[in-house]
């Protein structure tokens, strides 16, 4: 799965997800990517998040959508939010995987309960910091 | 004074064994999400808005082997690729889904046509394609795109074991999720 969130001059906020899915999968298997507030969520002034990692728990915890009411209605700060959503209920119903997220003032954020994750954000200069592990 | 932007990717995450990472391996992979992330950065500086700047960066990596996103993307159990994918806009709310895609070359771009060209949140299968194809003037690909000899070894280590999670390390995130 590959995803990108992103805040604008405008002040926007958006989540992109994409994935292959799962190897051998069949039956029409479909996982938490397309699932608005599983994989994916944005809403502006609350946080753009897009999820990698195992579909079927992150949708039964509806992670994405649970960080931005985390965030929205319990003030969490998006540090705290996402920790909690990925090392909370997920984790503890055997999920592994991770977000990236960004909230409304540009902070980003990621969280993840495994070993890796190939990620990358921009610093202030435009240069790509790009990290695995 | 210019207003803060920003932009954040990810590639996928799991089990990434560290000792079967090599260097050359470990380069491709960071000159890819440099590639990505830089794409969306770019949108962005021009002022460009946060969906396109977030499909953007997607399409780059679906573009790439390396991910399992469009190109490159794992292989079902009757050995073709069914990709998904989502765009939400959080300025208003709207939201753009497909799922069980098999013949567009970046799912993460009719995801957007979906939220900005129909009156639906999430297309599926035929009926989405046919939204690409018809509506949208999208190009039909063949799976034969799609394919690497990659994920078709690992289809074949996963049917041996008869299970749907990678559990064979020859590469270096066969066990990475989604």
Redesign the interface.
């Known amino acids: 799965t590959v995803g990108a969130v992103a805040l604008d001059k405008e002040g926007n906020l958006a989540a992109a997800t994409s994935t292959g899915g799962l190897t051998n999968k069949r039956w029409g298997r479909v996982g938490d990517t397309p699932i608005i507030g599983g994989g994916n969520y944005a809403r502006n002034g609350n946080v753009a998040v897009s999820a990698t990692g195992m579909g079927e728990l992150l949708m039964r915890c509806t992670v994405a959508g649970d960080i931005a009411g985390r965030m929205q209605y319990g003030n969490a700060s998006i540090d705290q939010a996402c920790r909690d959503v990925i090392h909370g209920d997920f984790l503890s119903l055997g999920g592994e995987g991770g977000v990236i997220a960004i909230d409304a003032d540009g902070r980003v954020n990621f969280e993840l309960n495994c070993p890796g994750m190939y990620r990358a954000t921009v610093n202030e200069k435009g240069e790509a910091l790009v990290a695995i592990f | 004074m ?15 064994e ?1 000792s079967l ?1 090599t260097p050359e391996l ?1 380069a491709s ?2 000159k890819a ?2 590639q ?3 794409a ?2 770019a949108v ?2 021009q ?5 396109d ?3 953007a ?2 399409t780059v ?2 573009d790439s082997e390396l ?4 190109k ?7 050995e073709t ?11 208003n ?1 709207e ?1 753009g ?4 895609i098999r013949h567009i070359k970046n ?2 771009q009719l ?2 046509d979906v939220m900005q060209k129909s009156p639906h ?2 297309l ?2 035929e009926g989405a394609e046919s939204f690409a194809f018809k509506e949208c003037g999208y190009e039909y690909v063949e799976q034969d795109y ?1 394919f690497t000899d990659r ?1 078709y070894n ?2 074949k280590t ?2 041996k074991t008869g ?4 559990s064979e390390a020859r590469y270096p ?1 066969e066990k990475k ?2």
């Open positions: 210019t207003r803060p932007f920003s932009i954040a990717i990810h590639g996928g995450a799991g089990t990434i560290r990472m470990e992979y960071r999400l440099a990505s992330v830089m969306g950065h962005l500086e002022g460009g808005s946060s969906v700047a977030a499909v960066a997607v990596m679906e991910f399992n996103a469009g490159g993307s794992v292989l079902t159990h009757d690729v069914e990709m998904d994918a989502s765009v939400m806009d959080g300025r709310l939201a889904a497909v799922t069980l799912p993460i995801a957007r949140a999430m599926a299968g799609f994920r690992e289809l996963m049917k299970g749907v999670a990678l995130d999720h989604g």
